[in-house]
């Protein structure tokens, strides 16, 4: 089966940078995905990793190490907007192409 | 353009009644899933349609639990004789053809309390 690992809580200040970690036991890895999600909101799609090494989207970087199986995301000049889940995620199997996800890391931003 | 609609927002019903959810994908968007979200949990795998192929029903959690894709767009999501830990937020996604990057679109879910 798959089974991904994350910190529950993460608190961090405006400006400042925070990664959040993620490690993965899947059969047939295709990649490494984030989703970022605000109370009562719908999970958005943040970023995906297929290959080894660093992705940046603006505030946004994620890394991947298959080796390790192991990623993370990480934010940047951080704000308050970005206090919300975050949930990193794999494809559920070969074959399947619906996402196994973690439990999600509550990021708080405080002034 | 529109994203994911589903409906009804929010649904309050009592032990033992059916209810019915309903997702509307992105136009375009052939793959469409079923997740469930337990109060601050992940989320969980339910149902996943793809085109016309025969839908993967390996997360539906019981046989009280089915779901339909009509016409390749809308799909309902269908709870016989619900229980109270059937309560979540049950929401849809779609992706479009040929994705790599694995991409779903959320809608904002339908709130079941079962009381």
């Known amino acids: 089966g798959q089974s991904l690992e994350q910190p529950s809580e993460v608190t961090a200040v405006e400006g400042a940078i925070v990664q959040i970690n993620c490690t993965y036991q899947?059969?047939?890895?295709?990649?490494l995905s984030w989703y970022q999600q605000h109370d009562g909101g719908a999970p958005t799609f943040l970023s995906y990793?297929?290959?080894?090494g660093l992705e940046e989207t603006g505030r946004f970087s994620s890394f991947l190490s298959r080796s390790d199986s192991y990623g993370y995301l990480l934010l940047q000049e951080l704000q308050m907007k970005d206090s919300a889940s975050y949930f990193c995620?794999?494809?559920?199997?070969?074959?399947?192409?619906?996402?196994?996800f973690g439990s999600g890391t509550r990021l708080q931003v405080q002034p | 353009g529109a994203g994911v609609s589903q409906s009804p927002s929010n649904k309050v019903t009592e032990k033992g009644k059916d209810v019915e959810l309903r997702c509307d994908p992105i136009?375009?968007?052939?793959?469409l899933y079923w997740y469930r979200q337990s109060l601050g949990q992940g989320l969980e795998f339910l149902i996943y349609?793809?085109?016309?192929?025969?839908?993967?029903k390996s997360g539906l959690p019981s046989d009280r639990f089915s779901a339909e894709r009509t016409g390749g767009s809308v799909s309902t999501l269908t709870i016989q004789r619900t229980q109270q830990e059937d309560s979540a937020v049950y929401l849809c996604?779609?992706?479009?053809?040929?994705?790599?990057?694995?991409?779903?679109?959320f809608g904002p879910g339908t709130r079941l309390l079962v009381l």
């Open positions: 996604a779609s992706s479009p053809p040929a994705s790599p990057q694995e991409t779903q679109y």
């Open positions: 899947t059969s047939g890895f295709y990649g």
């Open positions: 990793n297929a290959l080894d």
């Open positions: 995620a794999v494809r559920g199997g070969t074959g399947r192409r619906a996402l196994t």
């Open positions: 136009s375009g968007h052939t793959a």
């Open positions: 349609f793809q085109g016309n192929s025969a839908p993967d």
